[in-house]
């Protein structure tokens, strides 16, 4: 079982950028797909980037090009490099992780592990 933690949210003005990371512990990091959603008032928890254990990367449209997702498995960690942010995006950002290879990446309920959040929050 792995645990998750993220970090690196905050206030940005519209433009600005954020690196959020998320710290793994507890399992075989190499072995996970990694993800990250997020959620904003009201709304449901949606796809933004996941990257597989072979290091393919998927975006959901709204954040291609803008955000970029990497992970080090030398140091448990995924990250999530944010750049241009828009107001649009201010919502809860969660890193998930799940062992299975053929999940439907974008799906939340597909992974297993989900870390506690982290606020981002874009101002115009």
């Known amino acids: 079982q792995v645990q998750l933690v993220e970090s690196g949210g905050g206030l940005v003005q519209a433009g600005g950028s954020l690196r959020l990371s998320c710290a793994a512990s507890?399992?075989?990091?190499?072995?996970?797909?990694m993800g990250w959603f997020r959620q904003a008032p009201g709304k449901e928890r949606e796809f933004v980037a996941a990257?597989?254990?072979?290091?393919?990367?998927y975006y959901a449209d709204s954040v291609k090009g803008r955000f970029t997702i990497s992970r080090a498995n030398t140091q448990n960690m995924v990250y999530l490099q944010m750049t241009g942010l828009k107001p649009e995006d201010t919502a809860v950002y969660y890193c998930?992780?799940?062992?299975?290879?053929?999940?439907?990446?974008?799906?939340?309920?597909?992974?297993?592990?989900w870390g506690q959040g982290t606020q981002v929050t874009v101002s115009s």
């Open positions: 990257i597989t254990r072979r290091y393919n990367t």
């Open positions: 507890g399992g075989t990091f190499s072995s996970y797909a």
């Open positions: 998930a992780a799940d062992l299975r290879t053929s999940i439907s990446l974008t799906a939340p309920s597909e992974y297993n592990y």
